[in-house]
């Protein structure tokens, strides 16, 4: 592992497959730092998979291919006692559910002292124990001595996902993964929760369906539908001017005061198709109004990195030529 860049995350040509089949295909971002980046798609869009891909973490049967960097070191094809310094350390997650990522028999303040031991960021028990607290009290756990000494199951839902964050930012992370992290707490505790996250220096990659959480938390987005990315950029300008028909479908249907000629909520035609049977050409193009012959080609992509979209007739910009 050679370090090179300045990105905190530099995703390129990412493609995880399977038996032959792929299921994310050529994803290229990147994250810089202290940024915020929002990662959105409905289910089945490859969300979590590229995440898990990043993360060093695909089941059993995926394979990554591509590179991941994290601040100029490749992560793809490192070995497992490479990933896992990294992980915990330098890049970390926070999970929708935090029952499953906490141990049940353990404190959660051993819990927190715990990831700091394993990376030795603490030198002893007794500095790591009270670093701890600091931390818990830092991600506003009410009395945080007292609730450093209970078990997961004595938490409420908002207070383990507390935990879980203390844990994720403990180490001083370069690069913080939400996958989904407030999607099963109620509204004022999740509002509480994002304050927390977006408080932290960390660079972000916020995976979520909803898009309110984006363009409360991320100054970018990143849209992926079929395994593809299909737009990427601003949240502000993705979210007013849309280019991508997909990106136009996710807002329309995420706005309740929007319906269509008769009265009904909008949705996006049609549902995502199963991983790896979406169609050839634009993974979109079973589901959009605007396709034509165009469509049954792959769109290349328009734009920057950072801005840029992936559709042959851009909403509100020049149709794009082969
Ligand atoms: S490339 Fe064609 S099918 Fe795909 S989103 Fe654009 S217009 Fe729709």
Known sequence: MTPTAEQVLDVRGLTVSTGGLDLVSDIGFRVGPGERVGLIGESGSGKSLTAAAV?????????ATGSVRLTGVELLGASERALSAVRGRRMTTVFQEPMTALNPSMRVVDQVAEVMLVHRTRPDRRSARAAAVELLAGVRLPDPVEAGRAYPHQLSGGQRQRVLLAIALANDPELLICDEPTTALDVRVQAQVLDLIRGASAALLFITHDLAVVASVCDRVLVMYGGRLVEAGPVAEIFRRPRHPYTRGLLDASDLDSTDERGRLRTIPGSVPAAGAFPEGCVFRTRCAG?????????????TPEAGTACWHPLGAPDVRA
């Open 291 to 303: 396709a034509d012959d165009d469509c049954v080609d792959l769109p290349p992509w328009t734009g």
């Open 55 to 63: 993360l060093g973490l695909l089941p059993d049967g995926l394979r």
